[in-house]
């Protein structure tokens, strides 16, 4: 079945073809962050506006690369929510439109079941169950996922979410948007020792996180430091101390979360998904502890991290495949949804 994903939840539009015999066909991307960095972060009316410029002719290059006409396509996807209202409906409207003209199946997809499915696109997808490590620029959660729409959150964060104070403490130190890449760059030429940032809710039982806390402590950091660093060199020495101190903070305490999930639930199987996935730091942690502890861990490769239409159209293509489809007169997103909320195809 040839399913095509549309993602227009902020600031990507991310359209692909995945077939679920065949795997992904074909898939574009367009990123509007040169048109926010101006501004310091994602602006929704600007987001909309691009998503209505940018859809159709992705979604026409995507037939080109995959070689099929847009009556080949058997079901249509796209990102309902989590997100922004405005730049959702763009996605909304287009999918649903389709799906009516070209008679065909079409399902709303949860954002983050996209990003949890990510890894499935690869050449060694994991099997289910498993616990993921699910964070991004909105979210940071850890999920037990026991098969396809079977989702328990297991911890969230109680403030900003990992991608957030990655962006923040990158725009406090003067890095463009959106500084998680930026920062983990300049992290590389650090001493991650020098400032010794606090561990957020480590000690405390659970698995809800906290990051705000760290936040804070960079920028009292950074503003101390900086009264007494006279030179250039001096100042990006500090720069890059402090964010591999920020860094490390967030390494360690997203390690230790992961490591609890797996314990809690008695699983051996990790997979990291969302924006902040694609951090090296992280990766190469995950990597040597959960192995040490006997568990494997799976990360979608970087360009299936951070927004993307390819994890849209496998996760609407496995949830058609498998029989969900109800025809709907109404447009509809849902900015806020649960993951919880989900259910596996075929129970309502
Ligand atoms: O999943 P995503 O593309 O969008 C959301 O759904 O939010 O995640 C974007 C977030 C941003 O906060 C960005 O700074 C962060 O992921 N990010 C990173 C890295 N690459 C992207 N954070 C840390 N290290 C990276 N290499
Ligand atoms: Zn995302």
Redesign the pocket.
Known sequence: MKVLGIES??D?TGVAIYDTENGLLAEKLYSQVAIHAPHGGVVPELASRDHVRKAVPLIQDVLKQAGITLQELEGIAWTAGP?LAGALLVGASLGQSLAWALDVPAVAVH?MEG?LLAPLLGDDPPDFPFVCLL?????SLLVEVRALGMYRILGDTLDD????A??KT?KLLGLPY????P??DLAQHGDAKRFRFPRPMINRPGLDMSFSGLKTFTRVTWEENLASSQDTKTIDQLKADIAAGF?EAVVDTLTKKCQRALKQTGLRRLVVA???????A?RQRLRETIKQHGGEVFFPALGW???NGAMIALAGGLRLAAGQYKPDAVIRVRPRWSLEELEPPGVS
Do not use: I, M, W, Y
């Open positions: 939840s902020c990507e997100g954002h990003h964070v991004s620029g909105g979210h979410a990992v991608g957030e990655f962006d990158a959106p500084g998680g890449k920062l983990s860094q969302g924006g902040v996935g694609a951090n090296r992280l991290c951070t927004d």
